[in-house]
């Protein structure tokens, strides 16, 4: 009787999906990356996404991060590219309409915030509605979560992205029924659209 093929040592489960590849591209050195980071570690994203934070720390303008985000994406290293930029008040970034028209042609994302990304942050806190330059954006923000420097605690802000997600929106469509758009739309910010992306994430079966 011929001797039976010995049993593999270890039986194989099924394969686990590789998770989704989301690209970041930003020039914030502190609130962008944390607010993000802090996104990824939830254990409902962290399961299927990747955050690939892409920081740019030369002082790159909008221009350059669409630029930058267009030559990624031509190499296929992400599922998808996002960029996210300000505005600014009261100079605006250069370059500002050709960035975003450029992102367009190319089906790269945007994230914007008019005037900086602290506007989406302090919307986490309260419901802020009148104009805003840079530096006031930034005084409110820390007196909403009492920090004392640049850099956040994300666990402030994760309970409550879907509160500030509203009033962006809300924001948003007051903007479009007055016909104001980029830079005239201040305050206001689309990041919504992004974490809303990264929430929704599925790596291919």
Same mark, same amino acid.
């Given at each position: 009787? $011929?001797? !039976? ?8 489960? @099924?394969? &686990? ?10 020039? $914030?050195?502190?609130?962008? @990356? ?13 399961? *299927?996404?990747?955050?690939?934070? *892409?920081?740019?720390?030369? $002082?790159?303008?909008? %221009?350059? %991060?669409? !630029? ?6 031509? *190499?296929?290293? #992400?599922? =998808? ?10 100079? /605006?970034?250069? +370059?500002?309409? =050709?960035?975003?028209?450029?992102? &367009?042609? &190319? ?7 008019? @005037? #900086?990304? =602290?506007?989406?942050?302090?919307? +986490?806190?309260?419901? /802020? ?9 930034? !005084? ?14 994300? #666990? ?16 948003? &469509? !007051?903007?479009?029924?007055? $016909? ?26």
């Amino acid at each position: 009787m $011929g001797r !039976r093929p010995p049993r593999p040592l270890k039986r194989s489960g @099924p394969k &686990k999906p590789e998770r989704y590849i989301i690209a970041l591209f930003c020039e $914030g050195a502190a609130t962008e @990356p944390e607010y993000f980071q802090g996104l990824s570690r939830l254990p409902q994203v962290q399961e *299927r996404t990747l955050l690939d934070l *892409r920081i740019d720390l030369t $002082g790159a303008v909008p %221009l350059t %991060l669409v !630029r930058q985000a267009i030559q990624a994406k031509a *190499r296929g290293t #992400a599922d =998808e590219y996002w960029c996210i930029f300000d505005v600014e008040w009261p100079q /605006h970034h250069p +370059h500002l309409a =050709e960035a975003i028209a450029l992102a &367009k042609a &190319k089906a790269i994302p945007i994230a914007v915030s008019n @005037p #900086a990304f =602290e506007l989406w942050l302090l919307l +986490h806190f309260k419901d /802020h509605q009148s104009h805003l330059n840079t530096d006031e954006a930034i !005084r409110d923000r820390r007196s909403a979560d009492l920090s004392t420097d640049k850099h956040l605690d994300p #666990a402030k802000y994760m309970p409550l992205r879907a509160i500030a997600a509203a009033r962006a929106r809300n924001l948003g &469509k !007051r903007h479009a029924s007055n $016909g104001s758009f980029t830079p005239h739309d201040n305050p206001s910010s689309n990041v919504f659209d992004l974490v809303d992306a990264i929430e929704r994430a599925r790596p291919s079966a």
